[in-house]
């Protein structure tokens, strides 16, 4: 059984950092794509970045290119999100989300992963 569990979501002011994480069972990070995708209230699932398996190619969404930052521990199978210069407009759900096979042109598409978490939730202040 598959299990994705998010934690270290919170509330910032804007410029300031949080670290996500998301720890993995039943799958093997290391062999899978593993993405955080964020969900704002009225807004459609977005994702955010993805880590390809063996490469460790990163892909970023153009509005976190340069503030956040995604690794992996495979010691400790799980996937962190590392965000910086956080602005009002960072506040969402975060979901960590995971996948043997995602196509490299649609990471950003939830469809494309079987495996999520509950999502934690991160509130950027002005």
């Known amino acids: 059984q598959v299990q994705l569990v998010e934690s270290g979501g919170g509330s910032v002011q804007a410029g300031g950092s949080l670290r996500l994480s998301c720890a993995a069972s039943?799958?093997?990070?290391?062999?899978?794509?593993m993405a955080w995708f964020r969900q704002a209230p009225g807004k459609e699932r977005e994702g955010v970045t993805l880590i390809s398996p063996i490469t460790s190619r990163t892909y970023y969404t153009d509005s976190v290119k340069g503030r956040f930052t995604i690794s992996p521990d495979n010691a400790k199978n799980t996937v962190y999100l590392q965000m910086n210069s956080l602005k009002p407009e960072d506040t969402a759900l975060y979901y960590c989300?995971?996948?043997?096979?995602?196509?490299?042109?649609?990471?950003?598409?939830?469809?494309?992963?079987?495996?999520w978490g509950q999502g934690t939730q991160v509130t950027v202040s002005s």
């Open positions: 039943g799958v093997t990070i290391s062999s899978n794509y």
């Open positions: 989300a995971a996948d043997g096979s995602v196509a490299r042109g649609s990471w950003g598409s939830p469809s494309e992963y079987n495996y």
